[in-house]
């Protein structure tokens, strides 16, 4: 079992930048694939971005690229996501993800909001 809780979350204007983070307790953290998704209300969950076991590959979700960088430090259980040049549509729960490949999220965070105004 892994847990996971998010924090970070909050309001910001548009143009401006957000760290959310992660921190991930129980089993080996750097056993897992770890991702970002989001949800907006009325919408479908999104992945914003992924990280490999050892940080060496990263995926973003088209919306945030060049924006967002997802990042991990395996020694502190900790993965994060900075967001830069923010928009209004990027207001969404934000949520913490683990999982043992890129298809398969076994475990996942409560959720932090994100509210960008405009």
């Known amino acids: 079992q892994v847990q996971l809780v998010e924090s970070g979350g909050g309001l910001v204007q548009a143009g401006g930048s957000m760290r959310l983070s992660c921190v991930a307790s129980?089993?080996?953290?750097?056993?897992?694939?770890m991702g970002w998704f989001r949800q907006a209300p009325g919408k479908e969950r999104e992945n914003v971005a992924t990280i490999s076991w050892n940080g060496g590959n990263r995926v973003y979700g088209d919306p945030v690229k060049g924006r967002f960088t997802i990042s991990r430090d395996n020694s502190k259980n900790t993965v994060t996501l900075q967001m830069n040049s923010l928009k209004p549509e990027d207001t969404a729960v934000y949520y913490c993800?683990?999982?043992?490949?890129?298809?398969?999220?076994?475990?996942w965070g409560q959720g932090t909001q994100v509210t960008v105004s405009s």
């Open positions: 129980g089993r080996t953290f750097s056993n897992y694939v």
């Open positions: 993800a683990a999982g043992i490949t890129y298809r398969t999220w076994n475990y």
